[in-house]
């Protein structure tokens, strides 16, 4: 039986994929950057340096990468003020605009979000990270059709690297729409090119949890939750909720001495504390 999306659990969701969405949306693409393929010029053939990087460019270059590090840290009026000045010193650069919607999105400015994300794919109509990046924004206005489209656009960009971010990002779409059974074949797929990735694996596990596959989900967290630099309040309750399920009451109760301990005072050890299992 299909569950309808629960809002508090598509927000925990949220908040483990919040880290995964920036990654690479700046960056690429932008002359001059760590990583960027050294092009050839003219008859000569000579490969560009920094030196024959335009000073518009350079600016522009450095104002997207203090934009990315204040986006990064939360500081969202301060990255709008530096991608802003990025934008004016070269108003070409698809990542900027990308970035720009992220921080509007953030920012609840809708209108000039949206407008950001189609400004990039104007400039770059085979930018697969405002692709991304948009189909999320779309998804968190329950534009599901419309998110799912940029998805499999994304994906479908020749020698795309981010596959498994995409299809994981696709797969938390697909459950805040209902689609737990789609969602499972999708974030399974991400889980199979990037099983190290906890933030995959965590929402692969919430998943399965709420189909009531509560072994395979079980599996999943004890691996996650074996790493202590990843394990966290919502690691240790999502292992909590699946051994409550499971009726292993001793493991529960292991789990919530450790949610307690680590998360006094996180909403999760609250709903430990009063036995919100099913909430």
Not at 115 to 137: E, K
Not at 239 to 262: D, F, M, S, T
Request: glycine share 6%; aromatic share 6%; proline share 5%.
């Amino acid at each position: 039986m299909t569950l309808p999306p629960n809002p508090r659990r598509a927000g925990a969701l949220c908040a483990l994929l919040a880290a995964a969405v920036l990654a690479g949306c700046a960056a690429r693409g932008v002359p001059g950057t760590p990583g960027a393929l050294p092009a050839l010029r003219g008859e000569t053939r000579d490969r560009v340096t920094a030196s024959d990087e335009p000073e518009a460019t350079r600016r522009a270059r450095v104002r997207l990468e203090l934009a990315t590090a204040y986006f990064s840290r939360g500081q969202m009026t301060t990255a709008l003020d530096e991608v802003k000045q990025s934008i004016a010193a070269d108003p070409t650069i698809a990542a900027a605009f990308n970035l720009r919607g992220l921080i509007y999105a953030n920012l609840g400015d809708h209108a000039l979000a949206e407008d950001s994300f189609q400004r990039a794919l104007a400039i770059d109509r085979a930018d697969a990270d405002t692709m991304q990046n948009y189909g999320w924004y779309l998804c968190q206005q329950r534009r599901y059709d419309e998110a799912e489209r940029l998805f499999r656009q994304a994906m479908d960009v020749p020698r795309y690297a981010d596959t498994a971010r995409t299809l994981m990002t696709k797969g938390i779409c697909q459950a805040r729409a209902g689609q737990l059974a789609t969602a499972e074949a999708t974030l399974g797929r991400a889980y199979e090119l990037d099983a190290g990735n906890p933030v995959i694996a965590v929402n692969l596990s919430e998943v399965l949890y709420r189909r009531g596959q509560y072994e395979r989900a079980r599996f999943i967290m004890r691996r996650v939750n074996a790493q202590t630099d990843v394990s966290n309040a919502q690691t240790l309750w999502l292992a909590a909720r699946i051994e409550q399920k499971l009726g292993n009451g001793p493991q529960v109760q292991l789990l919530g001495e450790q949610l307690r301990g680590r998360f006094p005072n996180a909403p999760e050890a609250v709903a430990y504390e009063r036995r919100q299992f099913d909430e």
